[in-house]
DNA sequence: CAGACATACGAAAGCGTTTTCGCCGCCTGC
DNA sequence: GCAGGCGGCGAAAACGCTTTCGTATGTCTG
């Protein structure tokens, strides 16, 4: 292995001095930086990180905090997508990606104690359940954090257009002559919340009031209460022409409700959902969701996290909302 | 942050005295041990990484190379299914997960290098192209790998039983009545060699023999590529009965060209896939298909690299062969 | 030409560990 | 009572890098 110490000696000036010239200091003149530039280059130099991660405790490494109860985590179609997004920006920036865990060499620990073991310079959070006490203290810890999908006070954080997307989605369904429509939501929270506003706002502006009980909760990419969900929906005396999803892959758990009530889609019931999953694309007929554009949500969120690493002071935390785009597919019939 | 330093003079001892109890050297009388220990747990000692691996050279931190030309990454659900195992595997044995890339802070590096940057105990190499240089001066290297669905000579790798599960599919394919079976395979890799065999071997088994026309190439996860393979096969004057396809991927691709057809599975032409990711269960009908194991490859991929790892001397390479599961679906029809 | 001031570089400390080697005191066996 | 051995511990070096501060030149000014 090839240190500082080999070129100095090879250029005959001191290691101070390769470093400097190595990390721009302007403190050496233009020739010496250049000769020591190049004869890094040719003896195949490669700093060794954990000397300098020990000195100046930066390690150019992203912590990502991916995980949740289920152990879906990454076969979650959605947020691998984001997490992809993530890790080519991350690469292109020249920063590495590593997994945060609750484990240190085996002893259980804290995400924050993780972090700080591994000297992350911060720490991307997905997919995770933010009310949990270690998320949170990681959150308001002193290393930089974005999160995706929720914004905890004054923190940065990257969220789709929840509220324009669920309305446009909803107005595209009014659109097509739909006025019982029913939505399947997921659980309460700050997404689910902005998702019934849109909802609400498209219903209210085509003056459309639903019953309360076609308003049902279940939970996101849950296959299972997606479709006793959808059952009781169903059994209603006044059943609804179409029925919203609180995301595309819960459709499917829906699916089975429907082609037990001997129902086809769209021609008995119509139905969309969310997210606009390459496998939203795969079921027969398409089906009908709001896209969120993750390729730009991971790329915002990592673009936005070294921002934050790299100018502490100055960069002011922000609330980073991404447009996604309606998918008309072909579940939502046109009636009357 | 508390350093040994700290424990060394709150317990009266040197910091020697305060690793080697840490790391239990024998060095050291119990008690005091037993004492450093438990002041070490009651001041939230951390080690710190980077010292640690500036000293040891280990880092506790296993390489994940995981990429391919197509920028699908983790999407690819196969593939992004077996890391989730592996990650889950690896925090559970105290190891971390960071993905390699050809970036070391921005600067353009080979994977070997970036490993060695990183100081990587061990590599995990999946979905890569295997016959890259850079993969293989990685897998050639001081350091450990474990190669998925690809084996290098005398190096460690995990794969599903190719051979016998194509057998298995193409045996079923046979039982429900097919004789005319065509097989669009994936790109002439080991992977599809062994397939192959499998294939062959029932066909011959039950004394039946195909033109090779009905044996076309398309490229593994490759939609369109997938398309043109099935189009040819359907204008051929004596159309295949079955059609078997590279990946569960692929066959939504395929799907389009029997569509356009006018074909309907299993209907009018039979298929089945390869991997028995999610997808193929949410599709209707539900494909028939040959499920890998997913969980146990990264899970047993994982557990070979760190024996390697933490036995260098004595592990021998080994090409771990995990079984696989016919999924009998519903898009195979009995004919006859 | 003296003094002031950049400019270019080096010596050395220090980041937090691990690990070698040696020291000290005690025990054992003769 | 003494040599030799051993268990328990500490001093100090080392890992490879960054960074402060000091010094030695050269350059400019009046």
Redesign the pocket.
């Known amino acids: ?6 070129i ?1 000696e090879k250029c ?9 010239a ?2 721009g ?9 250049e000769r020591i530039r190049k004869t890094a280059e040719e003896m195949h ?4 990180v ?3 991660q ?3 405790n930066a390690s150019h490494t992203i912590g990502v905090l991916f995980e949740d109860e289920t152990n879906v985590g990454l076969t979650h179609e959605f947020f691998a997508a984001i997490l992809n997004a993530a890790k080519v920006q991350a690469e292109k920036e020249g920063y590495d990606i590593l997994f945060i865990s609750r484990n240190i060499a085996g002893r259980r620990a804290s995400f924050l104690e993780h972090a700080r073991y591994r000297s992350c310079d911060g720490v991307l959070i997905a997919n995770m359940n933010y009310s949990n006490e270690d998320v949170r203290k990681l959150i308001y810890s002193e290393i930089p954090t974005v999160t995706i999908d929720y914004t905890y006070n004054d923190h940065s954080s990257v969220l789709s257009a929840n509220v324009e997307g669920e309305y446009e989605l909803t107005k595209y369904v009014i659109s097509r002559g739909h006025r019982k429509i029913a939505f399947v939501h997921g659980e309460n929270t700050s997404v689910t919340k902005k998702r019934l506003i849109g909802f609400y706002r498209a219903l209210t502006e085509a003056g459309i009031t639903v019953p309360d009980r076609y308003i049902v909760e279940s939970r996101y990419h849950d296959l299972e209460s997606c479709r006793v969900a959808t059952q009781s929906l169903l059994t209603l005396p006044e059943r609804p022409t179409c029925i919203l999803f609180s995301d595309d892959y819960s459709y499917i758990g829906a699916r089975s409700a429907l082609s037990e009530a001997g129902l086809s889609v769209p021609d008995d019931i119509s139905v969309a959902g969310y997210d606009g999953i390459e496998m939203a694309k795969t079921l027969y007929p398409p089906l009908t969701t709001f896209a969120q554009d993750t390729e730009a949500m991971g790329k915002r969120a990592i673009q936005k996290l070294i921002e934050i690493i790299e100018n502490p002071k100055t960069c002011r935390p922000e609330e980073i909302e991404i447009p996604g785009k309606l998918v008309p597919g072909a579940t939502v019939s046109r009636i009357r």
């Open positions: 292995m090839v240190t500082v110490k080999d100095a005959g000036v001191s290691t101070a001095t390769v470093s400097k190595l990390n200091y302007g403190d050496i003149s233009e020739k010496t930086a130099y490669t700093p060794n954990a000397a300098r020990l000195k100046t």
